[in-house]
């Protein structure tokens, strides 16, 4: 089965940005991805998705700051987050979403597991 890793949170100053990697490893990574978040005490939330031929679907929240990208042979997605708000702390995870329209490229599948995720923290 296919293990996905996130990495490069950190800590950053309002307004900075962050680039978020997403690597897949055990597997083919050939279906649409998505990024989603959580923060302390709330549910899980989409951000972003793109689909392997570069159709991408943002969250209102984040469109406009955050571009999600993949490079297909390299098995890895990205999302540069750019002009970070406080708003934006939370854990953030890559997973496979489902094939259709904008609404269901927001959808997590029910295959595969989730990882640990990348901790992002915007200070006020």
């Known amino acids: 089965q296919v293990q996905l890793v996130e990495s490069g949170g950190g800590l950053v100053q309002a307004g900075g940005s962050l680039r978020l990697s997403c690597a897949a490893s055990?597997?083919?990574?050939?279906?649409?991805m998505g990024w989603f978040r959580q923060a302390p005490g709330k549910e899980r939330e989409f951000v972003a998705a793109?689909?392997?031929?570069?159709?991408?679907v943002y969250a209102d929240s984040v469109n406009g700051r955050f571009t999600i990208s993949r490079d297909n042979a390299k098995g890895t997605f990205l999302l540069q987050m750019n002009n970070l708000k406080p708003a934006d702390t939370a854990v953030y995870c890559c997973?496979?979403?489902?094939?259709?329209?904008?609404?269901?490229?927001?959808?997590?599948?029910?295959?595969?597991?989730w990882g640990q995720g990348t901790q992002v923290t915007v200070s006020s």
């Open positions: 997973h496979a979403v489902a094939r259709g329209g904008h609404s269901d490229l927001q959808r997590p599948t029910n295959f595969g597991s």
């Open positions: 055990g597997g083919t990574f050939s279906v649409p």
């Open positions: 793109i689909t392997w031929s570069g159709y991408s």
